[in-house]
């Protein structure tokens, strides 16, 4: 009898799967109910020892992927499976995407200069010492392009983390935050310039100024373009659709929809998709939804208060805050569901047997010590918003890192011991950058 | 450059699916948003000429997935897709568990009798019609195997369809609505033990009473067990877990994880996932979760009104159904997001192109008439509760006449023209139930 059921389970489940025929789609409802659950209980167990949610879910993901050092091999598969992987990525858009509604674009604008400087720099000055200073002095004897590939890892940055801790305690509003955003989006393009002259350098021996300058203007003109397009039909078809169904859920459903459109865009434009995600932010003001209808919990409440005057003018304002009828507010619980995802499956990544090699390790830390530093010279340039915290907010290196050396890898100027370098740097930048962002954040209060 | 770009953007996109490879997860994003954007578009042009919104999103899937038929083949892709197929498989099982949070237990069991009764004889009828009336009469010749097989097809309910429809009109509450979802849920476990008795039948010749009792034995135990289990349980979790954290995150996760977790435990048991998540659904009752803090609207606003006697009485209950807080509430978004999903791929597996045979369409309509005429039957024995609506509340098939159609097939004993028949009669009752039950519903208000 075992056999039938299984077999009529698989079944009843594959619909509408059946032509893909995935096995796993069931155990991904446990894994799902597994991340969420546990990352829900590792973040504030982190709390109460001082550290931010985001490392509690982080370390989580650390110790799920690593139970096979102990034998115990269940959760192997769980970073290997392309459903959950996809999971992740919207989750890490989703964050990005709150992110960027809860940025005002000319908050943005205004610290424009200062971040393009801060972004240059933190791509310029981790890339020489990665290439230069680092590479050949601690693995002396290698091809020119492995340090130059080795750089390129040191200077991408990956914003998830940062944001994601700016936004656990509130700081999105301040200039630093601002400025580490504006200086993520510069690097994301820089990177990808970076990437495309390493890579042109090691397989056709030249940098042709011809490709850097239409990559960049490919991505400043989906970026430029897609906010300012963005911004004029806003307003438009926010109307439009209003007067179709002015409910809540045509309102998530356009910012959601708008999100995921840009990611796509962003990612066909060899973007990072996150960016997309974070320009779609950027477009939606309050202003442009203002067309949506009242929140029914005004209209329901404004009869009882009337005989109270002027009490109905304060409440509005709050009533509006907290109703499920602001965009930001119908984003969160996808974000409660799906970032976990993204920041435990990152810690997944984390391989600890890499950490058993000395000599790797102690490179890893030469490595990880100009990773850093590269990115704090960069913060000197943020001026008053806060030098230490921008530029320890540009340390995270994350997955971008990881993509770069695996690209490296895959042209064959990146050695397995290379790679276990870079992997440790990621881990260290990654892991450490949570607590002392927050720690910096909370004693400028 | 195109190579570079594309190759790279592959690169930034992968991780951390890297060792899955999947090279759709980036096109993934642009169908999520198509698919998002336009249920909601299609949802209000079909209310405004007097259809559920459902069927709104059915069309909308009917239409992109027989584009091909117009030689536009972009949209093929998605239905095949396996990262779509979970999404909507997620859709279904969060429309099940919103159905589960909205339904008191109590009100199920008050109608239980009733419900097996009606659950019983909507199984019983049609299989009986299937196999001894309309397969013998309308498709002479064939394998006493063949029609027992056509008669299980017919048997099957899918409630997600119906569901849908008593949510949109606000008629949950209603006892109509509790008799068709009690007997969905014994329809269910009736449905595995028909398809196992005839699977036996096929492959071993006989039944073995053992076996049937053992299904229903497991099927009994795991509803019954993890519903009693589950509400012993949850008073306690919820006090716990409302001590670690208390904010609405914290509530949002426990009842989306336990979804999750009951869907899988129902999948493991050969169950539908979605009996699973609406028996999750059905744990949850407000009382469990007064631990989870007072929302923090009511807190800002009290001192507000505080010189106001007696208006904060009467504008508490207002706040909390209206904000995030409520789980219902926060389950909501990730509805919107997902439940569309389900709809549009419903829609998408509907093949245009098997209605062009004639005789087929001929049968088809026969057996689709001995579909309606049997759970109509079982309407009957609602008594009071409005016979014409339970009984066209239980006569959709979707997706579990195709699954045991497709049983059938690979088993051998359904041909390519009795596998068609069952499509269209799946598309039929699938299509027609919405407008009708709609029209059911406003009649008698």
Redesign the interface.
């Known amino acids: 009898?075992r056999r039938?059921?299984?077999f009529?389970?698989l079944?009843?489940?594959?619909?509408?799967?059946?032509?893909?025929g995935?096995g796993v789609?069931?155990?991904?409802?446990?894994w799902?109910?597994?991340i969420?659950?546990s990352?829900?209980?590792f973040?504030?167990?982190a709390q109460r020892v001082g550290f931010p949610a985001v490392l509690g879910e982080l370390l989580l993901g650390v110790l799920l992927g690593n139970l096979a050092l102990f034998g115990f091999h269940y959760f192997d598969q769980i970073?290997?499976?392309?459903?959950i992987?996809?999971m992740?990525?919207l989750g890490v858009?989703v964050l990005l995407l709150q992110i960027g509604l809860e940025t005002r674009l000319a908050d943005l604008v205004r610290v424009g200069g200062r971040a393009t400087l801060v972004g240059s720099v933190g791509i310029a000055v981790p890339f020489l010492l990665g290439a230069f200073v680092v590479g050949p002095w601690l693995l002396p004897g290698l091809d020119r392009n492995t340090y130059l590939f080795l750089g390129a890892t040191l200077a991408a940055t990956s914003v998830g983390i940062t944001g994601r801790v700016f936004r656990d305690l509130g700081k999105l509003g301040t200039p630093a935050a601002q400025i580490v955003l504006g200086a993520a989006v510069i690097d994301d393009v820089l990177g990808?310039v970076i990437?495309?002259v390493v890579?042109?350098l090691v397989q056709v021996g030249e940098v042709?100024v011809?490709?850097v300058a239409?990559?960049i203007a490919?991505a400043v003109l989906f970026l430029g373009g897609s906010i300012w397009l963005g911004r004029k039909i806003a307003p438009h078809s926010s109307r439009w659709?209003a007067q179709?169904?002015a409910g809540p859920?045509?309102l998530?459903?356009?910012v959601?929809?708008?999100?995921?459109?840009l990611?796509?865009l962003a990612?066909?434009?060899?973007?990072?998709?996150i960016i997309g995600a974070f320009a779609a932010g950027l477009l939606f003001e309050p202003l442009f939804l203002k067309d949506f209808e009242t929140?029914?919990?005004v209209r329901?409440?404004e009869p009882?208060?009337q005989?109270?005057r002027g009490?109905m003018d304060?409440?509005r304002p709050?009533?509006t805050k907290?109703?499920?009828h602001q965009h930001e507010?119908?984003?969160?619980?996808?974000g409660?569901?799906f970032v976990p995802v993204f920041f435990v499956?990152?810690g997944?990544?984390v391989d600890l047997q890499t950490l058993a090699d000395p000599t790797v390790v102690a490179i890893a830390l030469g490595v990880t010590a100009a990773a850093i530093l590269g990115k704090l010279a960069a913060g000197i340039f943020a001026g008053d918003a806060g030098k230490w915290v921008v530029g320890w907010g540009m340390v995270p290196r994350g997955?971008?890192g990881?993509?770069f050396a695996?690209?490296g890898k895959?042209l064959g100027v990146m050695s397995e011991t290379m790679f276990s370098v870079v992997v440790i740097m990621v881990i260290l930048t990654t892991l450490i950058t949570p607590p002392v962002l927050t720690w910096l954040l909370r004693r400028k209060d």
């Open positions: 009898m039938l059921p299984s009529l389970a079944a009843l489940f594959a619909f509408p799967a059946w032509a893909a995935s789609v069931g155990e991904n409802l446990l799902l109910a597994l969420l659950m990352a829900r209980l973040a504030p167990l970073p290997r499976d392309p459903i992987a996809f992740a990525e858009i990808l990437l495309a890579s042109s042709s011809g490709e239409r990559i490919e659709l179709l169904d859920s045509m998530f459903a356009q959601l929809a708008t999100g995921l459109f990611a796509w990612h066909v434009m060899g973007l990072a998709p929140p029914r919990i329901e409440i009882l208060v005989d109270s009490l304060r409440l709050i009533l907290h109703t499920g507010h119908m984003i969160e619980p996808i409660y569901f499956l990152t997944m990544q997955e971008v990881l993509i695996m690209v895959q």
